[in-house]
């Protein structure tokens, strides 16, 4: 629910300028989830102990998780990844969620959600760089070395595609959101808001770290 | 208003329409067959039902991306459209 449709098509509006660079609605929804985030660990790491209360409880139960998903999915070697992935699974998620609030999602900004993809195709090529050496350069040239322009346009298409879907995903749930505020006012919007905002959100954030993973470990470790 | 900016706008709506239908196409079939396999994999090992479930949802998230490309190129095409008109 971010207002009119004409309002979600026309783009993040600019809310001001510093020297010439415009700063768009974006930029400070991505302050706003990133403040909230702050202060929430803030809060949820204050007396921690052995004997944890509910708070704890509920901070065990997410990290656990995150620390389960990724050793499941990047092997136990892999560990290291946890804390990474699982800021950038939140701050996905409540960047998605933001709609509900009535602003605008920063992810329905293809710059945020492009800027994102780089950062794991940084990711991928680093560690990959990293653990394999100039062995991983050569497997460009694999099978034979007149695929290289095909493997190298593969990769720099994966975080087009990765910013895309998320992106996409994201506009179209306000787009749709905008829509169905715009024709009934009344109790649909709230229904269809659980959808839209926080199940498709989650979901899409989870593909986001699903796939960040799965390259990273591809690119990392080609045994096993 | 002339004529030109007319049927730009004009071919512009029709172009998000047809990339719509081929964008609704695919991904329903690839996102259906996924949804099918995973019943059956359910049904043959109840018990993995978590694992099948998160697996499904990635293969269908990434099925639906060419959807979404479709979708993209659309929403691109009707904000000419805004522009024009």
Wanted: net charge neutral; proline share 4%; charged share 10%.
């Amino acid at each position: 629910m971010i207002g009119s449709l004409e309002q979600v098509l026309e783009g993040p509006k600019t809310v001001f300028t510093v020297f010439g660079l415009p700063i768009t609605e974006s930029v400070v929804n991505t302050w706003i989830v990133m403040a909230v985030l702050v202060v929430l660990a803030l809060i949820f790491r204050r007396n921690l102990k052995l004997y944890p209360d509910k708070k704890q409880n509920i901070a065990e139960i997410i990290v656990e998780a995150l620390d389960g998903l990724v050793t499941s999915t990047m092997g136990a070697r892999n560990k290291n990844f946890m804390p990474f992935i699982g800021t950038v699974f939140l701050l996905i998620a409540f960047s998605n969620i933001l709609g509900i609030f009535g602003l605008r999602p920063p992810t329905a900004d293809f710059s945020v959600t492009f800027a994102y993809g780089v950062v794991t195709f940084c990711c991928i090529h680093f560690f990959a760089l990293k653990a394999k050496g100039w062995s991983y350069i050569k497997g460009f040239g694999q099978p034979f070395i007149f695929l290289l322009p095909i493997n190298i346009i593969g990769e720099v298409a994966k975080p087009f595609s990765l910013g895309m879907r998320l992106f996409g995903n994201l506009l179209g749930g306000s787009v749709i959101m905008a829509m169905i505020s715009g024709a009934i006012a009344l109790f649909v919007p709230a229904v269809a808001s659980i959808y839209f905002d926080l199940f498709s959100g989650f979901l899409q954030s989870f593909i986001f770290i699903m796939l960040t993973m799965v390259f990273i470990k591809i690119a990392k470790d080609d045994d096993d | 208003m002339g004529w030109n900016e007319l049927a730009v706008a004009a071919f512009a709506v029709l172009g998000a329409g047809i990339a719509m239908i081929g964008g609704g196409f695919g991904p329903a079939i690839g996102q259906g067959y996924a949804a099918g396999k995973g019943a059956e994999a359910v049904g043959r090992q109840p018990e993995a039902q978590g694992k099948i479930m998160t697996t499904m949802l990635l293969g269908q998230a990434v099925a639906e991306t060419t959807g979404i490309y479709s979708l993209v190129v659309a929403l691109l095409l009707i904000g000419i459209v805004n522009r024009i008109l």
